[in-house]
């Protein structure tokens, strides 16, 4: 018989991630940084490759971001507004950590699976940072997936791919609960 943890199951079934923009100070210091990662680092990981790594993104790096971001959005001839948004995502955040995929080599574990392990951290990152009382949100956008801008502003190596930026603060309002996925269109039952 399972032993339930109703605490548990109660934070997955009302948790909400808290909109990068209504974040603010006081951030996580250094050591629940460390927490944070450790759980996120807990993820189902299929060959213990640890396919994924961190960047803590101080308000300093991110204000730089933002001016590479800018830079990158201008060469590539972006529509002005796509571009400021992009920025704000950088200059308007105090905290926040690039979740890295950067798949090993390996005859076993396919590389899409490396990828989907690092995304796992991306989820087990927001929870362990809402679990603890902290605001987060995983955000991406154009400049995570641009080579120059997340080999420039990232030190990412050819092979490796930014899968999300978890924003981490105090959160400054609470959000109103959104629609929910109607299980009954997106669950198949196979029993045969």
Not at 81 to 98: F, M, V
Not at 100 to 119: F, L, N, R, T
Request: charged share 20%; with cysteine.
């Amino acid at each position: 018989m399972p032993i339930p943890n109703p605490d548990a199951l109660s934070f997955l079934l009302t948790r909400r991630s808290r909109p990068a923009k209504t974040l603010s100070v006081p951030v996580p210091d250094r050591d629940e940084i460390n927490i944070l990662l450790t759980a996120a680092a807990r993820t189902p990981d299929h060959g213990k490759l640890e396919p994924w790594r961190f960047i803590v993104l101080t308000k300093p790096a991110l204000a730089r971001l933002a001016e590479l971001v800018a830079a990158r959005g201008t060469a590539l001839r972006m529509d002005p507004e796509k571009i400021a948004k992009a920025q704000d995502q950088y200059a308007s955040a105090d905290l926040a950590i690039a979740v890295v995929s950067s798949p090993k080599p390996s005859d076993k574990i396919p590389q899409i699976e490396q990828v989907y392990s690092a995304g796992a951290v991306c989820l087990a990152l927001v929870n362990a940072a809402l679990a603890a009382g902290w605001g987060a949100n995983w955000l991406s956008g154009w400049a995570s997936h641009d080579r120059d801008f997340i080999r420039d502003g990232l030190g990412l190596a050819d092979h490796e791919n930014i899968v999300g930026f978890i924003h981490l603060g105090t959160e400054t309002s609470t959000p109103p609960e959104r629609p929910r996925p109607d299980l009954a269109a997106i669950t198949t039952w196979v029993t045969e």
